[in-house]
């Protein structure tokens, strides 16, 4: 019980965290592209405060999670982020913590439900 | 930046928000929005800049020890800090004074103390050790408040705890003799070290905010 309480709040702090870097692991992005994918990739259920993406992106890069670089496309400059190899890392780790989670809380829904 | 945060990641801050208000005003722009309006949604979509710099803040904090750990790093460390530097100061500068002067034969030493001329550099030695390893520490932590992005009460802090510390823990030689201990009698050259400096980069921050706000008024 006592292992719970420490994982779980964690974990779901690690949350936006998973979502920024498995969009990253894709491709390289800005932050409004980020904001706009999180929130129609998941069908508008899930969505960040528009401005608040900077500070998380620079926390991440920060940590060596992301790094970033000003690029010119069509005109506009922007700040791209893309995953490093520790955010590969951290990646893998929390999408093996997300797959736990969900499965059991798969497992005891399908419980309540029979 | 009253806040205390960094300049660097605040500039880029703005610079980032500007993009991304403009992606959302040409988003409510594309929809049919008037410009004044497509302007008004973008804002408040942003949401208070104060909130943002509080965010940007926490972020940075989070992402150093010595920010999440604050009080630890602010209030206790400079009391550990102020004797480790000033010891290895003290170690450095006595070596290269018996290196150039006296060897390290312990028969020279008393030689050395017995000299008034070389007594004269071993004094030199000591406060020039009290007097760099408190401005050192001080630097130190004024460096890492402005690295960890905490206010600037924490730094103001460190500042005071080294100075207390200079004010009253000395170290004195007499002939033959080296004492390190609390004194009440205050060394008040060595306890303004700390607050000049947190004085100087107070008034530097302040001119740079000045200059930093006047160029983004233009």
């Known amino acids: 019980m006592a292992a719970m309480k420490k994982t779980n709040p964690s974990f779901l702090n690690g949350v936006p965290e998973l979502l920024v870097l ?39 890069e920060a940590e060596k999670q992301v790094s970033s670089r000003r690029r010119e496309v069509e005109g506009r400059n922007r700040n791209y982020y893309k995953l490093t190899a520790r955010g590969r890392k951290r990646l893998e780790a929390l999408t093996t913590e997300w797959n736990r989670v969900t499965t059991g809380v798969a497992l005891l829904m399908g419980v309540q439900h029979a | 930046m009253e806040l205390g945060c960094p300049i660097a990641p605040t500039q880029r801050l703005i610079q980032e928000v500007a993009d991304h ?43 150093s020890w010595w920010g999440r750990h604050f009080v630890v790093t602010f209030c206790l460390l400079p009391l550990l800090a102020v004797p480790v530097l000033w010891f290895v100061l003290l170690l450095f500068q006595l070596s290269l004074v018996f290196t150039l002067g006296f060897g390290w034969d312990p028969k020279n030493l008393h030689a050395a103390a017995a000299d008034p001329v070389a007594f004269r550099h071993l004094v030199i030695v000591i406060q020039c050790a009290d007097s760099i390893s408190i401005a050192l520490a ?11 992005a905490v206010n600037f009460k924490w730094m103001v802090t460190a500042c005071t705890i080294c100075s207390l510390y200079a004010l009253f823990v000395q170290a004195s030689i007499k002939p ?37 706000l006047e160029k983004i008024a233009v």
Not at chain 1, 29 to 43: A, N, S
Not at chain 1, 50 to 57: K, R, T
Not at chain 2, 184 to 207: K, N
Request: with cysteine; net charge neutral.
């Open chain 1, 22 to 60: 498995r969009l990253l692991a894709a491709r390289e992005m800005y932050g409004y592209q980020i904001v706009e994918e999180i929130r129609t990739r998941t069908g508008e259920a899930l969505a960040f405060g528009e401005g608040c993406i900077y500070p998380y992106l620079h926390y991440l």
């Open chain 2, 176 to 212: 033959h003799t080296f004492e390190v201990g609390l004194s009440w009698t205050p060394q008040w050259i060595e306890a303004a070290i700390p607050l000049l400096i947190a004085g100087a980069i107070y008034l530097s921050r302040r001119r740079t905010m000045q200059r930093f």
């Open chain 2, 21 to 63: 208000r403009e992606d959302l005003k040409q988003a409510a722009l594309a929809e049919g929005l008037s410009g004044a309006d497509a302007e008004a949604r973008a804002n408040a979509q942003l949401g208070d800049p104060l909130a943002l710099a509080e965010e940007l803040m926490a972020a940075l904090r989070r992402s």
């Open chain 2, 138 to 148: 001080t630097l130190l932590f004024c460096w890492l408040a402005r690295r960890a």
